[in-house]
């Protein structure tokens, strides 16, 4: 069984978020419960867990005789009757789970609504436990804020979702809400010796923080990279040299002032040569871009005086623009065909609209036909910029890739376009790439031209 699921906190006190045991421990220490709770945060952050151990808290059969806890001890759950074990292995039949991604819902929730009234089989409360809540239609938000509205006594929901913002102010006007913050590194640390000491791992104390780093806030995350690293270290000692060799961290930190470098300088050329390099690699793109950004918020926090980190001649304005432009690359990384694409573009765009580069026009054209120059960026009024600005009607993925390439007018005719990388070849000669090519010549120069897309060496 994977990591993240043998060490699924079990009690209130396993939940690696101090403020969410907190929160728990204040809520059952009164008289009476909510009828509903609306879990909200990030993901990886144990929201179903938590849903989990509330149905044990309500239903264990140790507190069935109890009115009030006395203390936080007495409030857990005892893990061991008939209640929790069902619970836990997702048997009981009173606590139901429901994928608001799936079909939106609709049909469970009209199932809900028809059988909720019906007393709980075998424990003191059912509990319906509401996942992605946010991804219902909004019948199925009708028919659930009803019952919401009216719940029988029986009754307590769990609403979870990664975006509350999405929820009808109606349905969590009726909801005692618990934010689960993105975890700290101590959080993580505390969660990833959990999983460290009951597995008898080897790992040094400082690759535990890295790995917290990696994780991003996420519990799940931490508990998926450590178990990676268990697997690749074939159960010797972790250290931080074989962190860096299994995710290629080491090489990550001399990437990064390579593209700050090349950003200062805005040298497309040796971007692309370095994200083709990157590519090659095997590098996650989205964690390196994450990686690039911490970067260049600690060259912001220079330029107002927190930090004493060199800037490069980065002006204010500058870093505000290229976080900007880096928060949208890690947005597109998710849906790019090509991971490196979205990295290219940022350098282009960043690039591309300042840098002049050195162009080869004829003295006297020899007819009144536009001129192809070579360029790896376009200049102001040449044949390149225009041409690849009309390609950028059709597709600005098109668009971006072209701008590092050299294109220059065959002497039979031709039109030459020289690539970077095999990808970004691949790329234009892909037939909906070439479709475009084709349209474009034609266009802007009122002839057919053969178009030839060769790798550059």
Known sequence: MVFYRKYRPQKISELDSQAVRNSLYSTFSKKDIPHAFLFSGPKGLGKTSAARIIAKVINCQKHQDIKTFKDEKEIEPCDKCLQCETITNGTNLDVYEIDGASNRGIDEIRDLKEKINLLPSKSFKKVYIIDEVHMLTTEAFNALLKTLEEPPAHAVFILCTTESYKLPQTIISRCFRIDFKKATNEDIVRSIKRMVKSEEIKINDDVLLEIAKMADGSFRDSAKILEELVSFSGRKTI??????????????????????????????????????????????????????????????????????KADLEFSLNDLKTIIELLAKAHQETKFSVLPQLPLELLIVEWSGSEKEVQSVLPQKPLDDKP??????????????????????????????????????????????????????????????????????????????????????G
Do not use: P, W
Not at 277 to 297: T, V, W, Y
Not at 423 to 431: A, G, S, V
């Open 239 to 308: 250290t931080k040299e074989l962190l860096g060799e299994k995710y290629n961290t080491l090489g990550i930190e001399k990437a990064i002032d390579e593209v700050v470098l090349i950003l200062s300088l805005k040298d497309i050329k040796r971007g692309f040569e370095l994200s083709s390099k990157l590519a090659n690699q095997g590098i996650d793109f989205k964690f390196f871009i994450e990686k690039l950004m911490d970067r260049f918020h600690l060259l912001l926090l220079s330029k107002i005086g927190s930090s004493k």
């Open 371 to 456: 001129q192809i120059i070579k360029s790896s960026v376009s200049a102001k009024t040449t044949f390149a910029d225009d041409f690849i600005n009309e390609v950028k009607n059709y597709n600005h993925l098109i668009a971006g890739v072209l701008r590092s390439c050299e294109i220059e007018e065959g002497k039979d005719g031709s039109l030459e376009i020289s690539a970077i990388s095999k990808f970004h070849k691949e790329k234009l000669e892909e037939q909906k790439s070439m479709i475009i090519l084709d349209e474009v010549t034609n266009k802007l120069l009122q002839k057919n031209l053969k178009i030839h897309i060769t790798l550059r």
